[in-house]
């Protein structure tokens, strides 16, 4: 079962353009990490964000938490084509970490 | 190695054939985790080590998937009388411990015909 859901399913964007996905979850967490997946590849560990943090910034990404609303956003800050890829949030209620279905994001050049 | 490697890459089986899936995590992670994901869907756990350890496998979807870890490094994904509806890659990560960002392989792409 997956307790993440990312939003949206899709997302097309211009190249120097900001790319915002959000991802609501269903039961309390310790950390809320994000991952990214190109495409025939695995992922690739993004941003790890603690329960008890509310923003965290690692380069051009942001991610805030707010754990009253469960939810997450990612922030990807002028976006380039190589940012193309499927991008998934993992909660961890517990061992195992659990994904979403992910945002596959479009990066137009 | 200086990542999780996988093999083999891509693998074709004529259903209710046996398949054999390898992962070398990297070394000195204790936690070793295998996912399974569908074209289009995020992955979906399967299994979990910790050391050689099986800790969790709720995510296993019949009695014909069964996983190893006899030495606590190497790890094998064994698919028995394989279906159609398991073709889909097969992706494994470590992490040195529990709660910890995972690495993630390539995965194995698994197609039954």
């Known amino acids: 079962s997956q307790q993440g859901e990312e939003d949206p399913q899709a997302l097309s964007i211009q190249e120097g353009e900001n790319a915002t996905m959000n991802c609501s979850y269903k039961t309390s967490i310790n950390n809320l990490q994000w991952y990214r997946q190109n495409s025939g590849r695995g992922l690739v560990h993004l941003i790890l964000?603690?329960?008890?943090?509310r923003e965290k910034h690692s380069g051009r990404l942001r991610v805030t938490l707010d754990t009253s609303k469960k939810s997450s956003s990612l922030l990807i800050t002028a976006s380039r084509a190589a940012d193309t890829a499927s991008y998934f949030c993992a909660t961890d209620p517990n061992t195992p970490l659990v994904f979403g279905k992910g945002t596959r994001l479009s990066v137009i050049a | 190695g200086a990542g999780v490697s996988q093999s083999p890459r891509y693998k074709v089986a004529k259903r209710g054939q046996d398949v054999a899936l390898r992962c070398d995590p990297i070394s000195g992670h204790v936690s070793l985790f295998w996912y399974q994901q569908a074209l289009g869907q995020g992955p979906e756990f399967l299994t979990y080590f910790q050391n050689e350890a099986q800790l969790d496998k709720s995510g296993l979807p019949s009695d014909r998937f069964f996983a190893e870890r006899p030495e606590g490094s190497v790890s094998t994904l064994k698919i028995q009388r394989t279906q159609q509806e398991d073709s889909a890659v097969y992706l494994c990560?470590?992490?040195?411990?529990?709660?910890?960002?995972?690495?993630f392989g390539s995965g194995t792409q698994l197609s039954v015909l």
């Open positions: 964000i603690r329960s008890n943090e």
């Open positions: 990560a470590s992490s040195l411990g529990d709660l910890e960002k995972l690495f």
